[in-house]
Every structure is written in structure tokens, then in C-alpha cells.
């Protein structure tokens, strides 16, 4: 299968975006104060925060790495 450059790129974009994104919102999550218990402990709320970064930064290298391969 072979992409065209305007889809390459839009993976590129895509990617760069996703890598841009989400650690400024796992910033925001960790300073959350519903992200820790009374006890200090993670709570749900982080916990699933987490998870949902951690697989959104995976398909955006996953997405920017199949576009900048397409690229060449």
C-alpha cells in the first residue's frame, strides 16, 4: 500500500500533535487535586488519566512513525 504525500504528512501532523498534546494535559492531571486521596495514594481519576495518555502518546508515535515512513 502506498500513502500519498498529503496523507504522509497529515500522519506527520497527527503525530506531532498527539506528542504536543497530551503531556501538557498530563501536567494539568497530575496537579489535579482529585488526582491523589487524603492519604496521598492515586486515586481512579488519575489512574485512568494515566492510561488514556499512555495510549494516546503510543498511536501518536505509532501514527507520526508510519507517516514519516511513508514519507520516504
Not at 497527527?14 to 497530551?22: C, F, K, R, T
Not at 487535586?33 to 495510549?55: C, K, Q, Y
Amino acid at each position: 500500500m502506498t500513502l500519498s504525500t498529503g496523507a504522509a504528512i497529515l500522519l506527520v501532523v497527527a503525530g506531532a500533535w498527539n506528542l504536543v498534546i497530551w503531556p501538557q494535559f498530563a501536567k494539568r492531571i497530575v496537579a489535579d487535586p482529585r488526582s491523589r486521596d487524603e492519604n496521598g495514594g492515586r486515586t481512579t481519576f488519575f489512574t485512568v488519566h494515566a492510561v488514556l495518555i499512555t495510549v494516546s502518546l503510543a498511536l501518536g508515535l505509532a501514527v507520526g512513525f508510519v507517516g514519516v515512513v511513508a514519507l520516504f
